[in-house]
């Protein structure tokens, strides 16, 4: 029994020197000092925006985007008939320090091609994103029960850090809320997967706190990859995250002459999304 213990304790150690050696952690000092760098980065993104576009950024995110009640253009809805619910529902999870307004041209060129089903957004924070996205479709769950349904399909759609917490929702099966499943994924310019090693990622003291979370998610995907398509979507000047890390899916798009942080308000992107979702 000591022997059988002692080997465990090994073991333990080992697989904390590898995780060590894998993800040596940044000194504060660069952490604060490449957060400095990367916010200026997506700063000139937005600032590179038209006029015209810049007023309506600044409208979406900081007037429509902040309403804890948000139903522009249809979104969560308080019922549904049941030819509403026959169809999958679609959750739309913004990036860190962004909130749903960011999906406000989506929400107009889906309501304007006239395709889908229910749209949900909400904002989250980063700590508890999966526990808010769980509760999120709980909620829609016992919509669409109310409306007579069984089950509830579910599309997940995330920019960045909402790709991310989209492909850790969907490729685990076993944590699913009951009664629910997914069936599609997008995700715009989501890191999901490590560089080799991952020490060479761009900003890797700013991206240290997912990196190790993304091991799990990328395991977990190859794992469960035949259960929920996934199609990626890239910026070809994304200066964030590299197109190795982004571009993994069932279908992979890259669209030229975008970056990071605005991929999901650009109608190039936002198209090849809701093709996936309801034509594909």
């Known amino acids: 029994m000591k022997l059988i213990q002692l080997l465990l304790f090994s073991f333990l150690i080992c697989l904390e020197i590898q995780a060590s050696?894998?993800?040596?952690?940044?000194?504060?000092?660069?952490?604060?000092?490449?957060?400095?760098?990367?916010?200026?980065?997506?700063?000139?993104?937005?600032?590179?925006?038209?006029?015209?576009?810049?007023?309506?950024?600044?409208?979406?995110?900081?007037?429509?985007?902040?309403?804890?009640?948000?139903?522009?253009?249809?979104?969560?809805?308080?019922k549904l008939t049941y030819?509403?619910?026959?169809?999958?529902?679609?959750?739309?999870?913004?990036?860190?320090?962004?909130?749903?307004?960011?999906?406000?041209p989506f929400i107009?060129?889906?309501?304007?091609?006239?395709?889908?089903g229910p749209v949900f957004t909400f904002n989250y924070l980063q700590e508890t994103d999966l526990e808010q996205l769980r509760a999120k479709?709980?909620?829609?769950?016992?919509?669409?029960?109310?409306?007579?349904?069984?089950?509830?399909?579910?599309?997940?759609?995330g920019h960045s850090?909402?790709?991310?917490?989209s492909a850790d929702y969907a490729y685990r099966p076993e944590n699913w809320v009951e009664g629910t499943r997914v069936e599609k994924v997008v995700s715009m310019g989501g890191r999901l997967r490590n560089l080799e090693p991952p020490i060479d990622t761009p900003?890797?003291?700013?991206?240290?706190?997912?990196?190790?979370?993304?091991?799990?998610?990328?395991?977990?995907?190859?794992?469960?990859?035949?259960e929920v398509r996934l199609c990626a979507i890239a910026g070809a000047d994304d200066w964030l995250v590299?197109?190795?890390?982004?571009?993994?899916?069932?279908?992979?798009?890259?669209?030229?002459?975008?970056g990071h942080g605005l991929i999901?308000?650009?109608p190039a992107a936002n198209r090849a999304a809701l093709e996936f979702l309801y034509l594909k």
Request: hydrophobic share 40%.
């Open 108 to 116: 107009d060129l889906k309501n304007q091609l006239g395709w889908g």
């Open 21 to 78: 050696d894998r993800f040596p952690v940044p000194s504060p000092e660069s952490v604060k000092e490449y957060e400095t760098y990367v916010m200026e980065l997506g700063k000139d993104e937005v600032l590179s925006l038209s006029y015209i576009d810049l007023i309506e950024f600044i409208w979406d995110r900081y007037v429509l985007g902040m309403d804890g009640h948000f139903s522009y253009g249809g979104c969560n809805p308080k």
């Open 161 to 165: 850090l909402g790709a991310i917490c």
């Open 264 to 266: 999901n308000r650009f």
């Open 203 to 226: 900003y890797y003291p700013y991206c240290f706190d997912v990196l190790e979370r993304i091991d799990g998610i990328w395991a977990n995907f190859l794992e469960n990859r035949g």
């Open 242 to 258: 590299p197109q190795e890390s982004m571009l993994i899916g069932d279908i992979n798009v890259v669209i030229s002459n975008l």
């Open 83 to 104: 030819e509403e619910s026959s169809r999958p529902a679609t959750i739309l999870l913004h990036g860190a320090g962004a909130n749903q307004g960011h999906w406000v």
């Open 137 to 157: 479709i709980t909620e829609i769950r016992d919509l669409y029960l109310k409306a007579g349904r069984q089950e509830v399909s579910i599309n997940l759609v």
